[in-house]
DNA sequence: GTTTGTACAT
């Protein structure tokens, strides 16, 4: 096709013009391109319906996720004479990619189309507007597109269907992405599997995911690499080792393509799961790594307590002109957290700065608990009020637990002001309080906190703590009779207390809430999740097996000290992940040289 | 012109 003029385009038949328009729209590789075609086009002065033409393949081809890209595909619409459904369809995809409010300036946009009448919205539309609302996520934009597929009967297409699912996945509620997956019998394709086991996998159900994984595998469905993610992403949510091997050995035998993404995710899993080798494996094994990749890598090293690694990782990355972003620097400050460097904290806060990345909530979260983890509470005080954006909860609990431990009352006061100030009804406060309370033995403001919760409906978050046998993950809450074999779990704990009562150790009953006697504390104490799952371990594995745990909060620090004593009486590795790092026991010490 | 994916401070 030879290179249009603008006499050809007040001479060549309208369908001959529209086939040229297509071909110079369709080698546009990014928005710039878009935008050169657009200047060419108006250079060649179309006739009216040819130029209309034109405009909807240009705002069609314009879905850059840029906010200019936005701007532009809005300009575009507006130039539109009488936009047909394929134009309002093209602007709400691009908005989805590129805008800013994704979900409301989509609902926007579908608005304006109910109240012109005409054109209808199509399957197309609400398929778009859809996934603008699960990249926002916006939940309740998303339950009005529900009510207007139904009503105008758009709801039976496979992908409003698929839209409707995703959304309610990434809004993290699974009973309706399964309500709506489980009407789907006979359609659900490969992303409506992908997009349930993504739900279940987000939200930590890895039981649930992995079956579902196992009945896709069953109905005939071949799964592909982002099927995959999200099976690895949900082992290493669990820590389920065992089953992330698994895995990674079903991609290798089914010939499933390890792109940038699952590399990324089989990272991850191995760090979270307690193999930083094997993760250091697959990344070495990458032929292209991004800033995601890195920072998997970085903050892989970071929670093994391996800051040496990250930082060595870190500079490699900078080396070969990889961009860090908020997120990489969460590895580096947190790897330094760990081990109490301060100085080399400090620094790569400036790096942060220098490299213009503004700080996130959780980068400053990061410096609040480098500086409360090397007992500098001053410090930590006057960085949590001075910071550019206003402190959340997390950075106040931060604070406020480091200075209840160093005694520094002064900031406890103001810090727990502000933490009830932000956050009155956060079970997580109360049971903060409640114990900072219990340990200065004030039991009448110990229960006022317990009356105030009644009051308040508050449910505590349960520790809850996993281990893995044979592919099933058990799990165990404190106090928990649920266990099958509870009994025999039980008889091993009391054995348990014989050993810690040999080996000198006195239970540090401060740690439990209630102002009970000093003897159910201590059973209070042995009846912690991590305790359980240990204890189930030892029961259901033998040496050299390594008992590995699971824990949602962190390490009580009786029963961390407990574990080092049973990797010690009964020869036996144990390695914990809390909810900030790994423990490693072997032979009566830990990896994280018990700082913490 | 549709639908599914990874790293995140206590």
Redesign the pocket.
């Known amino acids: 096709m030879h290179q249009l003029k603008p006499r050809d385009a007040a001479t060549l038949p309208r369908h001959l013009l529209e086939s040229h328009v297509v071909d110079l729209i369709r080698r546009c590789p990014n928005h710039l391109a878009v935008r050169a075609a657009h200047a060419r086009l108006l250079r060649l002065r179309l006739p009216r319906l040819t130029a209309a033409f034109a405009l909807s393949k240009l705002l069609?081809a314009s879905c850059d996720p840029t906010a200019a890209a936005a701007s532009y595909a809005r300009n575009l619409f507006d130039q539109i004479p009488e936009p047909t459904?394929?134009?309002?369809?093209?602007l709400i995809?691009a908005l989805?990619s590129s805008s800013p409010a994704p979900a409301a300036d989509t609902v926007l946009v579908y608005r304006r189309m109910l109240r012109a009448r005409t054109p209808h919205p199509?399957?197309?539309?609400?398929?778009?507007a859809?996934?603008a609302c699960?990249?926002a996520p916006a939940l309740g934009e998303g339950r009005q597109l529900h009510s207007q597929a139904f009503r105008r009967g758009l709801e039976p297409?496979?992908?409003?269907?698929?839209?409707l699912?995703?959304l309610y996945?990434?809004c993290e509620e699974v009973a309706l992405a399964r309500a709506v997956f489980d009407a789907m019998v006979g359609d659900r394709?490969?992303?409506?599997?992908?997009?349930m086991i993504?739900?279940y996998?987000?939200v930590g159900m890895v039981n649930e995911a992995l079956g579902l994984f196992r009945q896709m595998q069953a109905a005939g469905v071949n799964?592909?690499?982002?099927?995959?993610?999200?099976v690895?992403?949900a082992c290493?949510?669990a820590g389920a080792l065992d089953l992330g091997r698994w895995v990674h050995a079903f991609i290798d035998r089914k010939g499933i393509?390890?792109?940038?993404?699952?590399?990324?995710?089989l990272?991850?899993m191995y760090?979270?799961c307690g193999l930083i080798e094997r993760a250091k494996w697959v990344f070495d094994a990458m032929v292209e790594r991004?800033?995601?990749?890195?920072?998997?890598m970085i903050?892989?090293l970071a929670?093994h307590g391996l800051v040496e690694d990250a930082l060595k990782f870190f500079s490699r990355m900078l080396e070969l002109k990889v961009r860090p972003?908020?997120?990489?620097f969460?590895?580096v400050?947190?790897a330094c957290?760990?081990s109490g460097l301060v100085n080399e904290g400090r620094r790569h806060w400036s790096t942060m700065q220098a490299l213009g990345i503004r700080p996130?909530?959780?980068?400053?979260?990061?410096m609040?608990?480098l500086f409360?983890r090397s007992g500098l509470l001053d410090e930590a005080h006057s960085f949590v009020t001075g910071m550019a954006i206003p402190?959340?909860?997390?950075?106040w609990?931060?604070l406020l637990?480091?200075s209840k431990n160093s005694n520094r009352f002064d900031i406890v006061e103001s810090a727990s002001k502000r933490l009830l100030e932000l956050e009155p009804c956060n079970p997580?406060n109360y049971v903060l309080l409640s114990n900072l309370y219990a340990s200065n033995s004030q039991w009448d403001r110990v229960n006022y906190m317990r009356i105030k919760m009644k009051e308040n409906n508050v449910n505590v978050v349960a520790g809850c703590s996993s281990i893995e046998i044979n592919g099933y993950l058990h799990k165990f809450v404190v106090s928990d009779d649920s266990h099958p074999e509870i009994k025999d779990i039980r008889l091993l704990l009391r054995e348990i207390a014989d050993h810690v009562i040999r080996s000198g150790h006195k239970p540090w009953t401060a740690a439990v809430l209630h102002d009970v006697g000093e003897e159910e504390k201590e059973v209070a104490l042995c009846e912690h999740s991590e305790r359980l799952a240990i204890a189930y371990g030892l029961l259901k594995t033998k040496a050299p097996h390594i008992i590995r745990v699971v824990k949602n909060l962190?390490f009580c620090p009786d029963c961390h000290e407990v574990a080092k004593i049973i990797s010690k009486s009964y020869n036996r590795e144990i390695i914990v992940r809390d909810?900030?790092?790994f423990h490693r026991f072997v032979q009566g010490s830990c990896s994280c040289k018990d700082f913490w």
């Open positions: 069609a459904a394929f134009c309002y369809n093209s995809r989805s199509n399957s197309f539309t609400l398929a778009f859809l996934k699960s990249v297409s496979p992908y409003v269907q698929t839209g699912l995703n996945a990434k394709n490969l992303a409506a599997w992908s997009a993504g739900g996998s987000r799964p592909d690499e982002v099927t995959m993610v999200s690895i992403s290493a949510k393509t390890v792109d940038l993404e699952l590399s990324t995710a990272i991850d760090a979270k991004d800033t995601k990749a890195w920072s998997a903050v892989g929670i972003n908020n997120v990489t969460i590895g400050l947190s957290a760990h996130s909530m959780e980068n400053y979260g990061c609040v608990d409360c402190p959340n909860s997390v950075i609990r931060t637990v480091a997580e962190r909810r900030v790092r």
